[in-house]
């Protein structure tokens, strides 16, 4: 029984004995340090204000005063920002533009109004207004006054009959883009569009002023003029009148002549250039050659039933003789030595007026042809 007990007695002071280093034991302690952390989490709210103005696209004239308005409904103390292009023009009543003596900051309680005195074409674009982290944007459009000039700046163009004719313009100034319109002198509109047009075939009737007109929407469209002359062969109207009284007869012949250039008229007797006094006149373009022939004979009171004329006044006469270098035009007739009474009529038409000969072709074999054919 003594054995069972001794070892049950060595089990339980084993159990019961220090931990040993050695020979010398010494009681063994684990520590675990606990560490406890703290996190706190600031929250920090930036104040928006809303906006009490709206966006705007604002299209002002060259020249005016450009306005924007930026309030909102409470300011909370912040400063009102604006900028175009990406550039600061003002922060509050400060002004950081360059050009800042024409751009002016109004402040209000709850906002500002932000005013460019006259607007340049630079101008145009889209200003913001910040506030804190909110922004307004507002979209500016200059109308820029137009200005066109003919092309050539001549303003003239000559071409001759039969050839194309082109009528052409050219802006030089004007935004935004406009629109071009055609007119004659008179205002009539012509259907034209664009800044050049082209007549195939000129004529001589349609020589004149033409209008171009450039619109932008600026209070009064640009207009430039251009003269088209069409170049052409003289035309000739005529008229004559047997002026006579008692004791002398007249012949009084007038005639309109419509050239371009202005035709050089002469007149000649029997192939012999005349030195005459005429009365010359020009409207439009128009030119109107009077001349008197006085003193051409007797007049009603003589022996005969018949006006005589003088002997040296007889002959053949080339009148409005109209030369412009792509042609002439001339009329003539024969003076006879009597006039019939009832008739009052000296002469005989011998060259139709209204032809056109040309230069090369004009000789005084040829008017003798015609009297014969006559």
Same mark, same amino acid.
């Given at each position: 029984?003594?054995?069972?007990?001794?070892?049950?007695?060595?089990?339980?002071?084993?159990?019961?004995?220090?931990?040993?280093?050695?020979?010398?034991?010494?009681?063994?302690?684990?520590?675990?340090?606990?560490?406890?952390?703290?996190?706190?989490t600031t929250t920090t709210t930036?104040?928006?204000?809303?906006?009490?103005?709206?966006?705007?696209?604002?299209?002002?004239?060259?020249?005016?005063?450009?306005?924007?308005?930026?309030?909102?409904?409470?300011?909370?103390?912040?400063?009102?920002?604006?900028?175009?292009?990406?550039?600061?023009?003002?922060?509050?009543?400060t002004v950081y533009e360059e050009d800042g003596n024409r751009v002016h900051v109004q402040n209000r309680e709850n906002g500002s109004t932000i005013v460019?005195?006259?607007a340049e074409e630079k101008d145009a674009g889209e200003y913001v207004c910040k506030v804190g982290a909110v922004e307004l944007k507002h979209t500016v459009q200059i109308i820029v006054r137009p200005e066109v000039e003919p092309d050539p700046k001549s303003g003239v163009v000559t071409v001759k009959e039969? !050839? @194309? +004719? &082109?009528?052409?313009?050219?802006?030089?100034?004007?935004?935004?883009?406009?629109?071009?319109?055609?007119? =004659?002198?008179?205002?009539?509109?012509i259907f034209w569009f664009g800044l050049s047009n082209t007549i195939p075939e000129a004529r001589r009737w349609i020589s004149g002023v033409y209008r171009c007109t450039a619109d932008n929407g600026?209070? !009064? @469209? +640009? &207009?430039?003029?251009?003269?088209?002359?069409?170049?052409?062969?003289?035309i000739?109207?005529?008229?004559? =009148?047997?002026?006579w009284t008692q004791?002398?007869?007249?012949?009084?012949?007038?005639?309109?002549?419509t050239a371009s250039p202005l035709a050089t008229v002469e007149w000649y007797k029997d192939g012999q250039l005349m030195e005459v006094e005429e009365d010359v006149t020009t409207r439009d373009g128009v030119v109107t050659h009077r001349l008197n022939m006085n003193d051409m004979g007797r007049g009603s009171i003589n022996d005969n039933e018949t006006w005589v004329l003088e002997q040296d006044r007889l002959?053949?006469?080339?009148?409005?003789?109209?030369?412009?270098?792509?042609?002439?035009?001339?009329?003539?007739?024969?003076?006879?030595?009597?006039?019939?009474?009832?008739?009052?009529?000296?002469?005989?038409?011998?060259?139709?007026?209204?032809?056109?000969?040309?230069t090369q072709l004009l000789n005084n074999t040829e008017l003798n042809n015609d009297d014969e054919d006559s």
């Open positions: 029984m003594k054995m069972p007990i001794l070892i049950w007695i060595f089990v339980v002071f084993a159990h019961s004995v220090p931990f040993l280093e050695g020979c010398k034991s010494k009681p063994s302690t684990t520590t675990t340090p606990s560490t406890t952390t703290t996190t706190r930036v104040y928006s204000p809303t906006f009490a103005s709206d966006p705007r696209t604002v299209v002002v004239n060259e020249g005016n005063n450009i306005t924007l308005p930026c309030y909102v409904d409470d300011l909370g103390g912040l400063q009102i920002i604006w900028e175009r292009a990406n550039k600061t023009l003002a922060v509050g009543d460019i005195r006259e039969g !050839e @194309p +004719a &082109t009528l052409s313009c050219k802006v030089t100034r004007g935004n935004p883009e406009m629109a071009i319109n055609w007119e =004659l002198e008179s205002g009539y509109p600026w209070p !009064e @469209p +640009a &207009t430039a003029e251009i003269r088209l002359d069409v170049q052409h062969a003289p000739i109207q005529t008229t004559t =009148l047997t002026d004791y002398w007869t007249k012949l009084v012949f007038k005639c309109i002549i002959g053949l006469y080339e009148y409005c003789r109209a030369n412009i270098g792509m042609g002439e035009a001339y009329g003539a007739f024969e003076l006879i030595s009597s006039c019939e009474r009832r008739q009052a009529q000296c002469y005989k038409i011998v060259k139709d007026l209204d032809k056109m000969v040309p």
